[in-house]
């Protein structure tokens, strides 16, 4: 089996957890941080992480090494929100935002999510790979090794499937680790503004079933939101999906408080993402159900709305990760350390926080912090290498991409 040893590496993030599924409260501080360090992979898998000092495995002939000493390693980054199969672009809606225009209110005057629909109903398959590789390949470049990738601007059967499956190419094809979610119910379509529940029986009664027959999808997310799905209407949905054995989902208290966080403690959702409007009461629900609170510090940013509670969350013992939420309308930046920095300014998470929420907790949003998220051995080597003297300095210097070496799944991906 290949070997590949990083000898001296200046800093070493594990972000080690223990055999904990994620971590809550003052753990999200603690990153098992080595200086000086050695990592050992062999074949797609990490086989001794430590001091330097302490190394003493035999090496093969044909081992690989590599001398460390310039960089610090963090685990590669899992952005577990993203709606980045889409077509088209909303740069007018960016500058309508700038001369005082709300999402809101691009929203119900025809534009939002409806014209990217519009855009992505038109674009074929091929040309929607072809963005999406694009797009994940950039991504790794900036250390991100996992993603998961949300239908949602399809809105009819046809067009929904079409997304999953471009998301199912791609996972297969790409270096990246895909995880795919059904997201139909991310807006009313057109044809159904006057009778929106019979569009909710469709969701519910052919999507669901057809995309959990043909394994398109590992999760089901709903917008929960006034103006787009209701509760009665997203807790219709998520139970169908989870019958059919779908994992869930929420888009939670995005724009309003919407009841979103109350549902997915009650349906057990795997996360609940954006809470901007969570309520106190609802921060104990999240907790004592386990759910992952999987903020969006981007969005609010580029819509320059309110911010998610952070520091609530954390003292109130949610698991909180980070996403990027990458689309074209509500966050068109899928840079993960962009997000960290905007969560440690706004948010006053701590740099180690941060860490913390785009690693082992966002792989616990998808399920799968059991192979990724921290630098523990027996866990898949996804390392990125950057060229920066600690790991505070990512956060720091932010706007600029530090990333010196990619490591997936064992492999080397690019010298830089
Ligand atoms: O997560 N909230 C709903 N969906 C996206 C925005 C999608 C869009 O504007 O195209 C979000 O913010
Ligand atoms: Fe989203």
């Not at 209701?230 to 989870?242: F, K, M, N």
């Amino acid at each position: 089996m290949s070997q590949l040893l990083l000898k001296n590496i200046r800093q070493l993030v594990t972000v080690s957890a223990g055999g904990k599924p994620h971590k809550t409260g003052p753990a999200m501080r603690d990153l098992g941080v080595i200086e000086d360090a050695t990592l050992l992979i062999e074949g797609q898998t990490i086989r001794w992480a430590g001091p330097a000092r302490e190394f003493s495995l035999q090496l093969g002939d044909d081992a690989e090494v590599i001398d460390a000493s310039r960089f610090v390693a963090l685990p590669g980054f899992v952005d577990s929100h993203t709606h980045l199969v889409f077509a088209g672009s909303r740069e007018s809606e960016f500058a309508m935002r700038s001369e005082g225009k709300t999402y809101g209110e691009i929203g119900r005057s025809g534009g939002g999510i409806l014209s990217t629909v519009e855009a992505t109903r038109k674009s074929s398959k091929r040309d929607l790979k072809q963005l999406g590789a694009t797009r994940l390949d950039a991504m790794l470049r900036h250390g991100t090794t996992t993603v998961e990738i949300k239908s949602g601007y399809g809105l009819d059967p046809d067009s929904e499937i079409k997304i999953l499956e471009t998301i199912s190419e791609l996972s297969a094809e790409q270096y990246t680790t895909v995880v795919p979610t059904f997201l139909g119910a991310h807006a009313i379509p057109p044809e159904f503004k006057k009778n929106p529940d019979d569009y909710v029986d469709l969701v519910c009664r052919r999507m669901i079933p057809h995309v959990s027959r043909r394994k398109l999808a590992v999760f089901c997310d709903v917008f929960c939101e006034d103006g787009y799905f209701s509760v009665e209407q997203s807790r219709r949905i998520l139970l169908a999906a989870g019958d059919s054995g779908l994992k869930i989902k929420i888009h939670a208290d995005e724009l309003a408080p919407s009841g979103g966080s109350a549902l997915s403690a009650e349906l057990k959702a795997v996360s609940a993402d954006h809470l901007e409007h969570i309520d106190d009461g609802s921060i104990g629900r999240l907790r004592e159900s386990g759910v992952i609170g999987v903020l969006l510090p981007g969005v609010s940013f580029f819509l320059n709305h309110r911010y998610a509670p952070a520091r609530s969350l954390i003292e109130g013992g949610v698991p909180v990760a980070i996403a990027s939420d990458f689309n074209p309308g509500s966050c068109m930046s899928f840079s993960m350390p962009l997000m960290m920095t905007i969560a440690c300014t706004h948010m006053k998470m701590t740099p180690e926080e941060a860490v913390t929420a785009c690693t082992l907790n966002a792989a616990a949003a998808l399920s799968l912090s059991h192979e990724y998220g921290s630098l523990e051995v027996g866990k898949k080597a996804d390392v990125i290498l950057y060229e920066i003297p600690n790991y505070r300095y990512l956060p720091y210097h932010f706007g600029a991409n530090h990333v010196a070496m990619i490591i997936k799944h064992g492999t080397i991906l690019e010298f830089r």
